[in-house]
């Protein structure tokens, strides 16, 4: 028996069987029940009907190491039927796509309403299949199609042995429902206990007790909740003080620009959808101006269109921090999958040469976390930070103890001139100081007018081609980032011991992973350390080299063809490095990474690619 | 001199104090404009720091440093989403935004026509003169404007007329004005400011250096008031105007349309300072997740 241990997969038709739906109240309800839930390999497709989709679920009683990999425990195909108008319609890709990731003994729960489906492939190897007609015992009997996937719930929920008694879905369901009234609730309930039921029989007529997997409730001594990235960022943006916030409809950023539009009000800020990706940023820059901390959102194809108003941020010195939910590019790629690909244009893009910060969460709980720091250094440095997540980061949902929430507190100190503190000098908006910080006056308070200008500028604000006072401004600018660099800048994380064995670097979401290959190493006797960036650029040279120079393999491991951040790493460090790089826009999984590894220390590989039609393919130096 | 006149002359010098060396043309029409714009804030007693002038790029753009207020400069095209979010950021400010036809019509439209749709609460005073000046004389989309011969094609279409496209989009004063006739402008603009909505105020300033048929005889010869009768608050007898001046070749200056009605409810500044952010507890946004 398998307890509070496995990984679930619901899939699919898009929007027709409400595959996140039923995801999501799984998610929550375990995550009330007190285990740990993990998400972030959420498969949707770019259009809004018709594809499949899947959403694996990874449920532990302790923290969860990671999102593990293509094996499933427990499958779920939501679709019933092969369309006979549209054969070509993926209505069984559920069991056709993630059956033979099925592990021994795995278990499949599928709407047989539509004729059963042959598995006897799945079951020669131990499969245990369950088919239940869900969905014509919603049309026939409970006279709504809709509750078929409550029936699908309750028929999971039985095969788990989990909520025998409905209290965890009664509660859910009626703080979801409650307000339409009991019958819903009630129709609902009763649809969870016919697939209930249905799984009993078979469970019955099988004489089997159990199918081997059980969850069960944990007493929690903190609560939790189930977040996604974007909701995580979007509060610690809110609580740092983020009163403005500006977006264009883009995938998997959307999602900020809903959640502010509904919360960001109550807390007295604005949200603006802008008529296009470049009147967002425009406009946050304008709010900026006035000194409200501001913030906008978007993925790679909008990065892309707001390029010119980073140089903007920079050289006016308006603070602004942007959020990249990076999605596989280039060009519009593939507005559904997550890559890391967006590195190179955040830390260079823009014609000339520009201040800014780079900061990238490395898991659900770091969006929230780390958000205030972006928020207050764009506010001490006055120049674009960027905060790099990416889809499976900001789709993605986890669970998080209620109390890291309650981690950061007030809002942050603000870094704005007053009136007194500009008194005596005549106010100069770019005066040269020896941080490259110059006092900020907000306009409309009194005490000095300030010019701010996107053009070469002297002290006051004014145009100027000086060659003397171009140097001192420039000089200036960048002078901030030497000051962020000794004052805020810091190390990557360590797990484990340096030197003993190849360090594995990443940056981003792709963590869980790492530390996870980690372990598994170790358990074959390799003994490898991890050394997790989420503070990019201006890059700290001063305290990752010391880290990195062990004269041990350094394998940086990362979403993108060219191995930008390992480019980064070499450039800054002086080390050499082997990459590991996928980008077929699926999750990096530790035995890939674990495999990788072996791949470099063993067979001198320097590049190992994964996820292609060979899984892995290995490049040799050519100098070896 | 009596005080009211004092107080008026200390906000003209606040606002006028000469910082940079002008570097306009000698008898560009922009030189008008600026004077229309200090006498407009100075009727209007605002001093530099309740100014936010938003400015865009060309020629006009430098305007910006010919006056004392407070100015943001940014990238060509974005001056008018610039000053919607500041002035949805701190209404309490003045936002004036200032920029030529190429920037408003051409790589800016964009912006143009949303902010008519928005309606914020800012004056835009475009400084149209039918040429890229700053680059050197260049077709913008007003080129073409008392050509009558024009012929278009995909090269060369026909003008904007930013009148036009004011009255489609939404904006809720439009105003016409010309350089030759500074003291009409700063009344425009002191009324575009007073008026709680998107006000534009296209005004006509002829580019001497490059602009060889608009220039100011052109304009004195082809500028007609806004006939008294006009009645600006109805939308019918703005367009009536507008093609009845077309159709006779002339360009009506004054108020061709006001929207008759306050924009609702002061909207407030949005909170910035400690003691304001403070009580932001997002416990109710983490309880909301369970």
Not at chain 1, 328 to 344: I, N, R, V, Y
Not at chain 2, 260 to 289: F, N, Q, Y
Request: charged fraction near 20%; charge should be neutral; glycine fraction near 10%.
């Amino acid at each position: 028996m398998t307890v509070n241990q496995m990984k679930l997969l619901i899939g699919g038709v898009q929007l027709r069987d409400g595959v996140s739906t039923v995801a999501d109240l799984v998610g929550r309800i375990l995550t009330r029940a007190g285990l740990h839930v993990l998400s972030v390999e959420r498969s949707f497709a770019s259009t809004i009907y018709g594809a499949h989709q899947f959403d694996p679920l990874v449920v532990s009683a302790a923290p969860l190491l990671s999102w593990g990999d293509r094996a499933v425990d427990v499958l779920v195909g939501l679709e019933y039927d092969s369309n006979p108008d549209a054969p070509q319609q993926p209505n069984r890709d559920t069991i056709r796509q993630h059956g033979g990731d099925l592990v021994e003994g795995g278990v499949l729960l599928y709407d047989s309403s539509g004729g059963p489906v042959n598995t006897e492939a799945l079951q020669a190897r131990g499969g245990q299949v369950f088919a239940i007609p869900a969905r014509d015992i919603a049309l026939r009997e409970l006279k709504k199609e809709v509750v078929k996937n409550l029936i699908m719930t309750g028929a999971l929920f039985r095969l788990l042995e989990f909520d025998q008694d409905e209290r965890w879905l009664r509660q859910l369901l009626e703080e979801r429902f409650g307000r339409k009234g009991a019958a819903i609730v009630d129709l609902n309930l009763e649809a969870a206990r016919r697939g209930r039921t249905l799984v009993e029989r078979i469970l019955e007529d099988r004489r089997r007790p159990s199918v081997g997997y059980r969850i069960e409730a944990v007493r929690s001594a903190s609560p939790a909740v189930y977040v996604s990235g974007n909701e995580a960022l979007s509060i610690g943006a809110v609580e740092a003080g983020v009163r403005f916030y500006a977006g264009y409809p883009i995938t998997p950023a959307s999602g900020i620009l809903e959640y502010m539009e509904r919360h960001l009000p109550g807390y007295g800020g604005r949200v603006l959808q802008g008529a296009n990706e470049r009147e967002s940023i425009r406009a946050a820059l304008g709010a900026s101006v006035t000194g409200v901390l501001s913030m906008v959102g978007t993925s790679g194809p909008g990065l892309s269109l707001k390029v010119e108003e980073i140089g903007v941020s920079g050289t006016t010195e308006t603070p602004l921090v942007i959020v990249d939910a990076m999605r596989a590019g280039p060009s519009t790629g593939m507005p559904t999958k997550t890559e890391q690909g967006d590195l190179t244009l955040v830390t260079g893009g823009g014609h000339g040469e520009i201040p800014r910060i780079v900061l990238a969460p490395s898991t659900i709980d770091e969006c929230y976390t780390l958000m205030r720091d972006a928020v207050r250094l764009s506010d001490k440095y006055q120049c674009p930070v960027f905060f790099l997540t990416d889809l499976n980061l900001s789709e993605g949902r986890m669970t998080v103890a209620e109390s890291v929430f309650r981690s950061g507190g007030a809002s942050i100190a603000r870094h704005v001139a007053t009136e007194e503190d500009v008194r005596g000098a005549r106010y100069l908006r770019y005066r040269l100081t020896d941080s490259g910080i110059s006092p900020r006056l907000i306009p409309g308070q009194r005490g000095g007018v300030s010019k701010i200008s996107s053009t070469e500028h002297d002290e006051f604000g004014f145009v100027t081609t000086d060659p003397a006072m171009r140097v001192a401004q420039m000089d200036k600018r960048m002078r901030k980032l030497h000051t962020y660099l000794r004052e805020d800048a810091k190390a990557p994380q360590v797990y484990g011991h340096l030197g003993r064995g190849p360090t594995l670097v990443g940056w981003g979401g792709t963590k869980l992973a790492l530390l996870d290959a980690r372990e598994r190493l170790r358990r074959e006797g390799t003994e490898a350390a991890v050394v997790h960036f989420t503070h990019l650029w201006p890059f700290p040279t001063h305290l990752a080299k010391p880290l990195l120079d062990t004269g041990r393999p350094v394998v940086v491991c990362e979403h993108n063809y060219s191995g930008q951040f390992a480019d980064l790493v070499q450039a800054h460090c002086l080390v050499p490095t082997r990459r590991v790089l996928k980008y077929n826009g699926r999750t990096l999984y530790p035995s890939e990474v674990v495999r990788a590894v072996q791949e470099v220390t063993h067979n001198g590989a320097v590049a190992v690619r994964l996820g292609g039609k060979d899984p892995v393919m290995v490049e040799v130096s050519i100098d070896a | 001199m009596p005080e009211t006149a004092q107080t008026t002359r200390a906000i003209w010098d606040q606002n006028a104090a000469p910082r940079h060396r002008i570097q306009w043309c000698p008898g560009c029409g922009d030189y008008a404009v600026l004077n229309a714009v200090k006498a407009a804030v100075t009727s209007l007693e605002l001093t530099p720091s309740e100014l936010l002038l938003v400015a865009g790029i060309g020629c006009s753009g430098q305007i910006r440093n010919y006056l004392n207020g407070n100015s943001f400069y940014g990238t060509h095209g974005g001056a008018l989403a610039y000053a919607l979010g500041a002035k949805m950021a701190n209404p309490e400010l003045t936002v004036l935004v200032m920029a030529g036809d190429g920037d408003t019509l051409a790589i800016g439209i964009e912006n143009f026509v949303h902010a008519c749709r928005r309606d914020p609460d800012i004056t835009l005073v475009l400084m149209n003169n039918g040429v890229y000046g700053l680059t050197k004389g260049q077709d913008s989309p007003s080129a073409g404007l008392g050509q009558p011969d024009w012929k278009p094609s995909e090269e060369h279409p026909p003008f904007i007329d930013p009148v036009e496209v004011a009255l489609t989009c939404g904006a809720t004063f439009i105003g016409q004005g010309f350089s030759g006739d500074p003291k009409h402008a700063a009344q425009l603009i002191v009324e575009g400011v007073r008026h709680r909505g998107f006000a534009v105020i296209n005004d006509f300033s002829p580019c001497v250096t490059y602009n060889k048929v608009n220039t100011y005889d052109w304009f004195r010869a082809h500028v007609e008031p806004v006939p008294a009768s006009h009645d600006p608050s109805s939308k019918a007898a703005a367009w009536e105007l507008v093609r009845d001046f077309r159709d006779r070749g002339k360009l009506p200056t004054g108020i061709v349309y006001r929207a008759a009605r306050e924009k609702g409810g002061a909207a407030k500044r949005l909170p910035m300072w400690p003691d304001e952010l403070a009580r932001a507890d997002v416990d109710p946004l983490v309880k909301r997740l369970r």
